[in-house]
């Protein structure tokens, strides 16, 4: 990937659209844009109205051009961006204009790698931007739109910034003279190690939270056979998503669909019925059930009778076909009819009060993926390390400490590789 290069790429999405927003980024754009304006003097950040042509003068398409000069945008180059009429055959023919005059099209993520090359983002910036431009629910932009405009490398830059200095105070015992240090040095620098393993742990217990706000609260409907899983997943749906029937076995796979329950994105899942059964589709339905179970946030146990089981905070208890049943005797249960809608409501706020018990209050969470989580998870260790098995040797403790920090660094992206950067942008979408 050539850094230099001018690249271009559909910012809106592709489709018919009354606008389609059309993003260059490279050195020295003034002269491109003076020509496509057809005319030499103009302002930076605003907006023309434009006759865009091509090279024999035939008009592409009636446009809005705004020009962003270096270093005020959003890539740290100069960039263009080009408001057409959002039709397939107009954006076609702008990218072939732009294509004639030695531009490319941008890969994943090429525009945001270069405002990081340009010390416009960081990687958690970026990991942001992704769970952003990813974002279904209003509970989802929130999250992430506080991590984009720097939240969580706010945190990550304390906690490089403390371990650093704890490691060259570390590094300096072993230099100089004792008066010649602060106080107590060597305590301090082992208590506040203490409070930074303490803080990232707590950080790494919120993981489930960070999954469950950017990728979903995950919700399971489990129970034996005939017990009106799939009527119930249909009513909190809000329509017919999986197949009813009397007959048993009738769901033999996971059918999911995706809910807003006051702005969390929620993925809701109706099983294969549990039972012992010699059908091979059958029960490798019921294995991905248990699969699921071990995945999932809150799990719903169905029953059709008045079974009375200990229950935990994972799972509530739903005993369905209400109608049926003269006296309810279980009072830690939710009884439900999903035939006429009995108690479904009950059961929402139900699922409301557990969801949210889970996920509200949550402001400080960090956005945590794969890639920062493996990363948070090896900065922890290594300052479990420099805590319990540090004997007086303080060198060894600052190399624990220092290697703590090359984590968190190459989080930020301020230590980074080709393979941490590519894994961080391939996340982005063209355009960005």
């Not at 009819?337 to 706020?349: K, M, P, V």
């Not at 060198?395 to 080709?418: M, P, Q, S």
Request: proline content about 1%; some cysteine.
């Amino acid at each position: 990937m050539n850094n230099t290069d001018t690249i271009f790429a559909l910012s809106s999405g592709f489709g018919k659209s009354g606008v389609g927003v059309i993003r260059i980024s490279g050195d020295n754009l003034h002269d491109f844009f003076a020509k496509i304006l057809g005319r030499k003097k103009f302002d930076a950040r605003h907006a023309y109205f434009c006759n865009l042509r091509d090279e024999n003068g035939d008009l592409i398409d009636q446009c809005i051009a705004i020009y962003f000069a270096t270093p005020n945008s959003f890539t740290g180059t100069d960039v263009i961006e080009i408001h057409s009429h959002g039709a397939p055959a107009v954006v076609n023919k702008i990218f072939a204009f732009l294509s004639a005059q030695n531009m490319r099209m941008a890969e994943p993520g090429e525009f945001s790698r270069r405002a990081f090359l340009n010390g416009k983002m960081n990687l958690s910036d970026v990991d942001g931007l992704a769970a952003l431009l990813d974002a279904q629910t209003d509970k989802q932009r929130q999250f992430a739109l506080k991590s984009m405009l720097g939240r969580d490398s706010e945190k990550y830059n304390d906690w490089r910034e403390q371990m650093v200095e704890i490691a060259a105070y570390a590094a300096a015992i072993l230099d100089y003279d004792a008066d010649d240090l602060p106080k107590n040095i060597s305590e301090k620098i082992l208590a506040k190690t203490k409070e930074l393993f303490s803080e990232i742990n707590t950080s790494l217990s919120q993981y489930n939270i960070s999954r469950a706000i950017t990728h979903g609260f995950n919700i399971v409907l489990v129970g034996e056979t005939n017990v009106g899983k799939s009527s119930i997943f249909n009513r909190l749906v809000g329509h017919n998503r999986a197949i009813v029937s009397d007959i048993a076995g009738t769901t033999r796979d996971v059918v999911s669909a995706q809910i807003d329950i006051d702005g969390y994105l929620v993925n809701l899942s109706d099983t294969a019925g549990l039972r012992d059964t010699d059908d091979k589709i059958e029960k490798i339905g019921i294995d991905r059930t248990r699969a699921e179970t071990e995945n999932a946030d809150l799990i719903l146990h169905i029953f059709c009778d008045n079974t009375d089981i200990a229950t935990d905070n994972k799972t509530i208890i739903v005993i369905n076909k209400s109608d049926k049943i003269k006296t309810r005797k279980n009072k830690n249960a939710i009884y439900t009819s999903a035939e006429t809608g009995d108690g479904i409501d009950t059961l929402l706020s139900a699922i409301r009060e557990k969801m949210h018990s889970m996920l509200d209050n949550t402001e400080n969470a960090l956005v945590l993926n794969a890639r920062t989580y493996k990363l948070l998870t090896d900065t922890k260790y290594e300052l479990e390390n420099a805590i319990q098995k540090f004997d007086g040797n303080y060198d060894i403790f600052a190399e624990h400490v220092r290697t703590a920090a090359d984590n968190i660094g190459k989080i930020l992206g301020t230590i980074t590789a080709n393979d941490i950067m590519d894994a961080t942008f391939s996340q982005l979408c063209l355009g960005k």
